[in-house]
Nanobody, 123 residues
Framework: QAQLVESGGGLVQPGGSLRLSCAADGFIFTQYAMGWFRHAPGKEREFIGTIIWTGGNTDYGASGKGRFTISRDNAKNMVYLQMDSLRPEDTAVYYC????????????????WGQGTQVTVSS
């Protein structure tokens, strides 16, 4: 059974950094592009970015460009989201997801989802 488990969320001050991790299990990780999304209260789920199965290419949405970096370690079945210069408006639940195609920007194009991890940016 496919499973994605995010970790690394928490409370951080504005201007700080966090690195989220996502552990994959139950499917052939190297056959999937991985994406990160976030969902803030009262807003739609927002695309952050995606990384191709080899890790050689990434594509970011408006929310992810410039401050966020996606990487993956195929030997460990892990994908990461490095977030820098965090702002209060980055507060959301962050999700990783797996897609058979790259690049994909819509939630419906992703087959597997994690349960999410809360990130709160506040002083």
């Amino acid at each position: 059974q496919a499973q994605l488990v995010e970790s690394g969320g928490g409370l951080v001050q504005p201007g700080g950094s966090l690195r989220l991790s996502c552990a994959a299990d139950g499917f052939i990780f190297t056959q999937y592009a991985m994406g990160w999304f976030r969902h803030a209260p009262g807003k739609e789920r927002e695309f952050i970015g995606t990384i191709i199965w080899t890790g050689g290419n990434t594509d970011y949405g408006a929310s992810g460009k410039g401050r966020f970096t996606i990487s993956r370690d195929n030997a460990k079945n892990m994908v990461y989201l490095q977030m820098d210069s965090l702002r209060p408006e980055d507060t959301a639940v962050y999700y990783c997801a797996a897609s058979l195609s790259y690049p994909k920007f819509l939630p419906e194009d992703y087959r597997y989802w994690g349960q999410g991890t809360q990130v709160t940016v506040s002083s």
